[in-house]
Structures are given as structure tokens and as C-alpha cells.
């Protein structure tokens, strides 16, 4: 009679522990997972689930091929970096952000800067062959009170992704931004006028580091050296 007690005791040990082993995605790969989501159902006009699994996602992306740059590659990115003359608080818009464009396990730099917002510009560069080569350059889009923009990663995809929200008339947009044939393109997953009532807003996360420190005014060159 024991011995079959502690083989029952023993078989529901096994039956409980084998019901809290849960099995797991690598956490880049449920990143990727968890951002797609966001996209298909915000473009399904679902977005409650859309927000849902946005708040699944890091606030700032950690991508390992900001860490696995060499020191030439930095050397050549803070040198586009430091062509951006003067304080970045003298500027109307100075920052610049790293991420992996082409999902090649590499950093590319994108620098969104200009002195005024009719000549700020969003330009991309690759390191190659040794320096730092510009591979897209376009305007930075529109500006205005209210409005904000983020650039966020697209895990285990080219390109980046832009958040755009104007609370001033209650609108947002997502869209998926590549580089082709030296110029951005642009894929507008969706955009609407939002309801706050509604409490489904998708202020999208995973959001790359603009890399200023506003409070003194100076360029946080961390990344690049």
C-alpha cells in the first residue's frame, strides 16, 4: 500500500510540474512575434488587440548589433555624427538613432536633423568599406504643435517603423520605412482620428534611442565610441 501511495504521490508530482513548464519563444523572436501582431491588427482595424500586444513589447529596443559594432564602424558613425555642428538644443531636431536596416546583423545609423523644420532631413548611412556612406536622404516629414514622431524597431525585418501622433487633431499613423534603391520608402500600415473615450490609443513601443541629452544640450556619443 506505500509503495503504491508514493508512486500515485510521486505520478502527481510529475503532472504538476510538467503543468507549469510553459514553453517560451527566445525573447527576440516573441519580440518579433509580438510586433507583427501589433501591425496586422492595427492594419484589421483591431485596435484594442493591437494595443494589447504592443504593451508586450521592451519601451527601448536593445538590438545585440549595436553592441557587436567594431571600433571602426563606430569611429566612422561618430564622424557623421560630430559633421552636425553646433548644440543639439541650437537645432530644431538633432538626433540619431542605430538599427539594423537591412536584417543583416549589422547597424546602420539614421541621423534626423535640421536648424529649421523646413530643412530638417532624415538621412541613412551604412558602414562600408571602411566609411560611413549616406544611402538615403528625404525630408523629415511634416512638424507642427502636437505633433509627435517616433522611430522604433521592426525585429527580424528590414527597415524601421514611424509612429506618428498630432493630438491636436486627434489623429496617428504607423508606417514601415525601407531603403531601396537609395531612397526611403514608405508603407502606411494604418492611420486614424482616435477616440480617447475608447482607451485603445497604440503609442507603439520598442521605440530606438534618439541618443541627445536634452537637459545640457549635448550629443550622448555612448553608442559611437
Known amino acids: 500500500m506505500k509503495k503504491i501511495f508514493r508512486f500515485v504521490s510521486l505520478l502527481l508530482l510529475v503532472v504538476l510540474v510538467a503543468g507549469v513548464v510553459v514553453p517560451s519563444l527566445p525573447a527576440k523572436a516573441s519580440e518579433q512575434s509580438d510586433m507583427e501582431t501589433v501591425l496586422s491588427d492595427y492594419t484589421a482595424g483591431d485596435y484594442a488587440s493591437a494595443k494589447a500586444a504592443n504593451e508586450k513589447l521592451p519601451a527601448v529596443s536593445k538590438e ?61 548611412y551604412q558602414y562600408k568599406g571602411g566609411k560611413a ?46 531603403v531601396q534603391d537609395g531612397t526611403f520608402h514608405h508603407e502606411t500600415i494604418g492611420q486614424r482620428v482616435y477616440d480617447l473615450t475608447k482607451n485603445d490609443l497604440v503609442p507603439l513601443r520598442d521605440c530606438l534611442y534618439g541618443h541627445v541629452n536634452v537637459k545640457n544640450g549635448k550629443t550622448d556619443y555612448k553608442a559611437v565610441s
Open 133 to 178: 556612406k549616406k544611402i538615403a536622404e528625404e525630408s523629415g516629414g511634416a512638424q507642427g504643435a502636437g505633433l509627435e514622431r517616433y522611430f522604433c524597431e521592426y525585429p527580424g525585418h528590414e527597415g524601421f517603423i514611424i509612429y506618428v501622433r498630432n493630438s491636436m487633431v486627434m489623429a496617428e499613423e504607423i508606417e514601415v520605412v525601407t
Open 64 to 124: 545585440a548589433c549595436v553592441k557587436k559594432m567594431s571600433a571602426k564602424m563606430k569611429k566612422a558613425y561618430k564622424k557623421v555624427i560630430a559633421g552636425y555642428k553646433g548644440k543639439p538644443t541650437t537645432w530644431f531636431a538633432f538626433y540619431y538613432y542605430l538599427t539594423d536596416l537591412n536584417n543583416d546583423g549589422k547597424a546602420e545609423l539614421l541621423v534626423y536633423a535640421g536648424k529649421t523644420a523646413a530643412t530638417t532631413k532624415l538621412r541613412a
